[in-house]
């Protein structure tokens, strides 16, 4: 069978972004204009007979840490998620001609405490019967930030302006522009009855790579080298025989049969572990970016990383084997331990080197004042600066005056000799 004409039955695509970290004023203004627009703040919990009660499933089966965070309300440590179902259809254009319709389900927003934050669309193709080659040609540029729609404007600015409430995604003065890289992430679960000739597999890798079909599996020019293939496959998750998944840098993409039969375990609960896994890895980016910048001190820098590990790190999520799983091999696609070890590493060296060059120059200016210190009297030294007043004509208010400038000079000096990082960063945040 061709494998372009195999009919997918039923799909699941999220479209996954990153937005600025917010101080909590600016956060609280924001969110308080994304509820004006039509987002409702998701506290997690059920109605039951009209009554608000906890969701049982994610207090029975998730750690606190973890479902506080992603399932629950966390509004305490200033932790939120808004949620939008308000419809909305538009087409990107495939090589730039062949516009491909879809319907945006839901948006979601989650904003975390002085921490970068994330947006999902829900997103359903309109076609009647969606065959996996117009699946394949969608992936390949629904994840594309400067793909067209069909109203004329980029897919990232649509966005920013239809769903993010403005908030740019790109630009000079967009932070997180810096390490989000070209591409929105993707999570997507297929439902795809694939014919015993063809290779599940390779149609998982095909989709999960948004390769053209077939790549896997021929010999065309996007068929991935034998010990490539092997790379990314390794941390494929696979639990069950009717399903298997691909967890990779860029994207999460699961395909089965009969996968989609409890649709809200997908789109919901297994969706929040990549998010919260995603959600870890840009906050990685940042402060990477940041050890190399004017606008923080590592040893603040240092500081502050570690109190995010013991905020976000957790070991494990979940007391059932499946969410683990999937925890601990998207954590290994998006290479996270060994990204995380190797910033600490890094950052705690710069400290160490830092407070060793503080320590130096802390050390000389002391050798210093013991020199005055050792000076048997002021009396000499007052009656040369009385000397330098008389030269100058000037009256002894006038001169304490200069004197007292001249001391402030000394100081501010002194305290740029010694920590110069942080004294750029003060008059940064003064400006």
């Not at 919990?45 to 309300?73: E, S």
């Not at 979940?318 to 950052?347: Q, V």
Request: charged fraction near 25%; aromatic fraction near 14%.
């Amino acid at each position: 069978m061709n494998v372009k004409e195999i009919i997918v039955t039923n799909h699941i695509i999220r479209v996954v972004g990153i937005i600025d970290e917010l101080d909590s004023k600016a956060q609280k203004k924001y969110i308080n204009k994304l509820k004006a627009s039509g987002y409702k703040i998701d506290n997690g919990l059920l109605v039951v007979d009209n009554v608000q009660v906890v969701n049982n499933f994610y207090k029975d089966n998730y750690y606190p840490n973890f479902r506080n965070i992603m399932f629950f309300d966390d509004s305490n440590n200033g932790n939120y998620r808004l949620i939008s179902d308000d419809v909305k259809s538009l087409s990107l254009l495939y090589r730039q001609q062949t516009p491909i319709g879809f319907n945006i389900l839901k948006s979601e927003i989650y904003c975390f405490s002085s921490h970068v934050g994330l947006f999902s669309l829900s997103i359903k193709l309109t076609s009647s019967d969606v065959r996996l080659e117009e699946l394949s040609n969608f992936l390949s540029i629904v994840r594309n930030f400067d793909a067209n729609t069909d109203s004329g404007q980029t897919w990232h600015q649509w966005i920013s302006k239809n769903i993010l409430c403005d908030l740019p995604l790109r630009g000079d003065k967009v932070k997180s522009d810096e390490y989000s890289g070209s591409k929105f992430k993707m999570f997507n679960v297929f439902d795809i009855n694939i014919p015993d000739d063809v290779s599940r597999q390779y149609v998982l890798f095909d989709l999960a790579t948004a390769s053209p079909l077939g790549s896997a599996s021929g010999e065309t020019l996007y068929t991935p080298d034998k010990l490539y293939y092997e790379a990314l496959i390794k941390n494929r998750i696979a639990a069950f025989k009717n399903w298997e998944g691909l967890p990779l840098m860029d994207s999460l993409t699961y395909v089965g049969k009969g996968i989609l039969q409890y649709q809200d375990s997908w789109d919901i609960t297994y969706f929040r572990i990549y998010l919260y896994r995603l959600f870890f890895k840009y906050n990685l980016y940042k402060y990477n970016s940041a050890i190399d910048g004017v606008e923080y001190d590592a040893i603040t820098l240092r500081d502050e990383f570690e109190e995010f590990l013991n905020r976000y790190d957790f070991s494990y999520i979940s007391y059932n084997f499946l969410p683990n799983l999937m925890y601990k091999n998207i954590g290994e696609a998006l290479d996270l331990d060994d990204e995380m070890l190797k910033f600490r590493d890094k950052i705690s060296n710069l400290s160490i080197k830092i407070e060793e060059e503080r320590q130096s120059k802390t050390n000389l200016l002391l050798q210093i004042v013991t020199v005055l210190g050792g000076i048997s009297s002021l009396g000499p030294v007052l009656d040369f600066l009385f000397m330098i007043q008389s030269w100058l004509g000037l009256t002894r208010a006038s001169f304490y005056t200069y004197l007292a400038v001249i001391v402030i000079i000394i100081g501010i000096s002194v305290l740029y000799y010694l920590n110069p990082k942080k004294f750029k960063l003060f008059f940064n945040k003064c400006k």
